[in-house]
C-alpha cells in the first residue's frame, strides 16, 4: 500500500492522542494494480473517527455506520473510496486479533499503529483480499 508521509504521521499523533484508549479511522484513496496484477491500495486521505465501542476500548474498536457513511460520502466527493482503515494497539503488538480480522472487508487495507511506553513502537499494514486470506503488505511511504 501507499501512504503519504504527512498521513502516516498523522495516524501516529492520532493514536498518541486517545492513550489510553484506542484510536481508529478509515482510508480514502484508490485500488490499482501493480506491476504483477495485483491489487494495491493507494491512500491520499484519511479520516481521524470517533471509537464507539460501549465498553473496552482499550483493547478494541468499533466505527459507527453513520460515521462510516459519512466518510464514504466524502471520498466519493473527491474521487475516492474508502480502501481501508486504521486503529492503534495500546501495550500489545501490532499484530490483528480476531475482531480485527472481522472487521476487514474484502479489498481492504488495515493499518495498526502498536503503541508502547507512549510512543509509536510499530506501523503494519494488512490486506484482506477478495478470495479470503489476510496477510501483512508493505507501506510505501511516498512525499
Ligand atoms: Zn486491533
Same mark, same amino acid.
Given at each position: ?16 492522542s ?9 482510508? =480514502? ?7 504483477? *496484477?495485483? &491489487? ?6 484519511? #479520516?481521524?473517527?470517533k !471509537? ?22 466524502? =471520498? ?7 480502501? *481501508?482503515? &486504521?486503529?492503534?494497539h495500546?501495550?500489545?503488538? #501490532?499484530?490483528?486479533? !480476531? ?22 513502537? =510499530?506501523?503494519?499494514s ?5 478470495e ?12
Amino acid at each position: 500500500m501507499h501512504l503519504r508521509r504527512r498521513q502516516f504521521e498523522i495516524i501516529q499523533e492520532h493514536a498518541l492522542s486517545d492513550i489510553p484508549f484506542e484510536c481508529c479511522g478509515l482510508l =480514502a484513496g484508490t485500488r490499482e494494480r501493480d506491476h504483477k *496484477g495485483e &491489487y494495491e491500495n493507494k491512500v491520499y486521505e484519511i #479520516a481521524p473517527c470517533k !471509537n464507539v465501542l460501549y465498553s473496552g476500548k482499550e483493547h478494541g474498536f468499533e466505527i459507527s455506520f453513520s460515521e462510516y457513511l459519512d466518510v464514504e460520502r466524502e =471520498a466519493m466527493n473527491l474521487g475516492l473510496e474508502i480502501v *481501508g482503515s &486504521y486503529h492503534s494497539h495500546i501495550g500489545t503488538a #501490532a499484530i490483528p486479533s !480476531n475482531n480485527d480480522i472481522d472487521f476487514a472487508r474484502p479489498g481492504h487495507s488495515m493499518i495498526i499503529i502498536s503503541v508502547q511506553n507512549m510512543q509509536p513502537s =510499530a506501523v503494519t499494514s494488512w490486506y484482506r483480499r477478495e478470495e479470503g486470506g489476510f496477510h501483512q503488505e508493505p507501506i510505501r511511504i511516498i512525499e
